[in-house]
Nanobody, 118 residues
Framework: QVQLVESGGGLVQAGGSLRLSCVASGSVVSINSMPWYLQTPGNQLELVATLIIDGNTEYADSLKGRFTISRDNAKNTVYMQMNSRKAEDTTVYYC????????????WGQGTQVTVSS
């Protein structure tokens, strides 16, 4: 079994910062990519950033500059640093991981709520 667990969400004042974490545990051989998504007001999932196994990162053009994705391979953990929060950033953030076990499968975390107070 594989589990993804996000943490680090909570209440932050506008202009403040948060760092979200996503830890993969269980029978993980390797992780090909670990993207972060946010939930839009229409309950769609919008890609924020992706960290790929080779270390490359990709960011959504509309969100670039206010999110920084990084990882700790030894801990199977990806982080998303969020700076200069705005009230409209209030939503649930999800991580996903493309994990190799016997094959490659996508797994999702349960989400972590970020609330930005103005």
């Amino acid at each position: 079994q594989v589990q993804l667990v996000e943490s680090g969400g909570g209440l932050v004042q506008a202009g403040g910062s948060l760092r979200l974490s996503c830890v993969a545990s269980g029978s993980v051989v390797s992780i090909n990519s670990m993207p972060w998504y946010l939930q839009t007001p229409g309950n769609q999932l919008e890609l924020v950033a992706t960290l790929i196994i080779d270390g490359n990162t990709e960011y959504a053009d509309s969100l670039k500059g206010r999110f920084t994705i990084s990882r700790d391979n030894a801990k199977n953990t990806v982080y998303m640093q969020m700076n200069s929060r705005k009230a409209e950033d209030t939503t649930v953030y999800y991580c996903k991981a493309l994990i190799v076990r016997t094959g490659a499968e996508n797994f999702w975390g349960q989400g972590t709520q970020v609330t930005v107070s103005s």
